[in-house]
């Protein structure tokens, strides 16, 4: 029979495992968004609460802007943009090849040193 910890830990697991797509989704949207906006020849309008609130830039102001201009490869720009830009595309980046890993089990398969067959 199945232990209660073990039913807990697949429960945690699945639950996990449903976060993974719409957050993937989100992060898809964003970054689509972000390399529209990059190439637009027009400024959007801010819209960010803080700022409408304070007048001050938050702390992710410039973070779209900076993201946008990284994936059209202007890196300078992107810094000057949001000095985190580049730190936020690496952690995409390796967001990405993980969850496209857990997705695909050939994927890890291989990774791991072994054959399709074994």
Not at 22 to 27: D, G
Not at 44 to 65: E, I, K, Q, V
Not at 80 to 92: Q, T, V
Request: proline share 5%.
């Amino acid at each position: 029979m199945f232990s209660s910890a073990s039913l807990v830990t697949e429960f945690r697991q699945r639950r996990i495992a449903s976060l993974w797509r719409p957050l993937a989704a989100l992060a898809i949207i964003y970054v689509l968004f972000a390399v529209v906006t990059a190439r637009l020849p027009w400024k959007l309008p801010r819209l960010c609460p803080f700022y409408a609130l304070t007048g001050r830039d938050c702390p992710l102001c410039g973070l779209t802007r900076g993201l946008g201009l990284l994936s059209s490869g202007r890196v300078r720009e992107a810094f000057e943009k949001h000095g985190r830009s580049l730190i936020a595309g690496a952690i995409g980046i390796g967001w990405l090849a993980v969850y496209s890993s857990k997705s695909n089990p050939e994927f890890t398969t291989v990774s791991k040193g072994r054959s399709h067959g074994s």
